[in-house]
């Protein structure tokens, strides 16, 4: 191929993949956000509606774990990626159907959520070595950093968006109709996004050294004692996080009584300060380093729900969003440079498959002892005040677990990694997966060897 052809295919895949990222965020910030909020209009309740956005996310992860071995049988990342996209847009349907009925029964909800996060999250470590590899080294940071901001200003435009579109159809008498309208643009864009993923190139197929371990092997390359001691660490903050976090939905359209509107802009502040402090922390973690980045987020998110137990004030509530967005993006980059520096580039694949199903199944587990302790407590204000004190204190223990960790071999980047939005949550802002370099970062010896 000649140079002239060689860089209009480059030119072509990146326009490519930035317009799918924006594709894909707009179903994220319009869709699978607004499945809570759904389901308590169609009245399943409020326990129902904290186990939707975090139960299903389990069966996701399950499939996750068989991505490595679905990828190397069938010698494409992409045709595993596009499928699984597909399929994310196909469940949006009978959701748009039920909202125009006005009627579905909890098991298909749970059915629909967990086929919508068993393809998003059974696509993403096949994405996340594939995409990259699309990209020239010297690109990568400015081209990922300039993707993830379009990326979630399009989270933002749809999130924004569809409460503004909600809020209209409720104040016309027709909620569950804007619910139709939402889900029908949130398949649409999937479909596009689909369609852009399938025109990109695929110049490196899954190679042999790109080893799909199983479970076993894989438990036991992330158990050694430093290991060990970190993810101890990030699961049980997931716990605590947990038994709260789900039911800030239902705390907010039920108890508070808020508008669609109200609901979203309080969301979308949290999702906004979070975006808008990134670049700060990824410079602090370049001077202090991820360790001790992760112990300033995880201080920080201690008392994030401590001001939904003192005031109902919506100006106290959006200055509490600001604070909690702030302190999850210090977190969540620390988190995920933690884990980058400290999982083998061939195996990394398989590994974070398997950590993101440890984190799904805390996640799970936090949220049903907290389903569990709302439906005993029963109705009112009284038992969510309850559920955020319990998940603060619980935030509060968990620092004694966090683990003394080794410097990383490698530097922390001065840019943070960039990341993919696959779903924003009220007192988190949003949940993020990064996205890494398709190829190992040179290690000290190779870059004296490449200066001499």
Not at 396 to 403: E, K, N, Q, Y
Request: with cysteine; proline share 7%.
């Amino acid at each position: 191929m000649s140079a002239k052809a060689s860089e209009g295919r480059l030119r072509g895949d990146l326009a490519k993949s930035l317009w799918d990222g924006v594709f894909f965020s707009l179903m994220v910030g319009l869709g699978e956000t607004y499945l809570p909020a759904f389901t308590l209009a169609l009245g399943h309740g409020d326990v129902l509606a904290g186990l939707v956005a975090t139960v299903p996310m389990l069966a996701g992860s399950i499939l996750q774990l068989a991505t490595p071995r679905a990828v190397h049988r069938i010698g494409s990342r992409q045709r595993w990626v596009v499928g699984c996209a597909l399929l994310q847009a196909m469940v949006f349907v009978p959701l748009c159907v039920a909202s125009l009925l006005g009627a579905l029964s909890p098991f298909w909800l749970f059915a629909a959520a967990s086929g919508y996060w068993a393809a998003g999250l059974g696509s993403g470590p096949a994405w996340t070595a594939w995409v990259p590899s699309l990209v020239p080294r010297r690109l990568r940071s400015s081209y990922f950093a300039y993707r993830t901001r379009a990326a979630q200003a399009a989270v933002l435009v749809g999130l924004v968006g569809g409460g503004l579109l909600l809020n209209l159809a409720d104040a016309r008498g027709y909620p569950l109709i804007g619910f139709a309208a939402l889900f029908g643009l949130a398949a649409l864009f999937r479909l596009v996004s689909s369609w852009l993923l399938a025109a990109q190139s695929e110049p490196n197929r899954p190679a042999a050294s790109e080893r799909p371990l199983s479970l076993v092997t894989a438990f036991v390359r992330m158990s050694g004692r430093e290991h060990r001691q970190l993810f101890a660490y990030l699961l049980a903050v997931q716990v605590a996080v947990q038994v709260s976090a789900p039911y800030f939905t239902p705390y907010m359209l039920g108890p508070l009584d808020l508008s669609y509107g109200q609901y979203v802009l309080l969301v979308a502040t949290a999702f906004f300060a979070r975006i808008v402090t990134l670049p700060f922390w990824g410079r602090l973690a370049h001077r202090l380093g991820a360790s001790a980045l992760l112990w300033i987020g995880g201080l920080g998110i201690t008392p994030s729900a401590l001001p939904w137990i003192l005031t109902e004030d919506l100006r106290w509530l959006f200055a509490s969003q600001v604070y909690a967005g702030i302190v999850w993006s210090a977190y969540e980059l620390a988190m995920f440079l933690v884990l980058f520096d400290r999982l083998d580039d061939e195996e990394r694949t398989s590994l974070l498959a398997l950590y993101n199903f440890a984190n799904s199944a805390a996640l799970a587990l936090g949220s049903l002892c907290g389903g569990w302790l709302l439906a005993l407590l029963g109705p009112g204000a009284q038992p969510y005040l309850v559920l955020f004190g319990l998940s603060t204190g619980l935030r509060v223990a968990v620092l004694f677990l966090r683990p003394r960790m080794r410097p990383p071999v490698p530097p922390t980047p001065a840019e943070p990694l960039g990341t993919r939005t696959i779903a924003v949550r009220p007192s988190l802002g949003s949940i993020d997966r990064p996205i890494l370099p398709a190829e190992p970062a040179p290690k000290p010896a190779e870059r004296s060897a490449g200066a001499s």
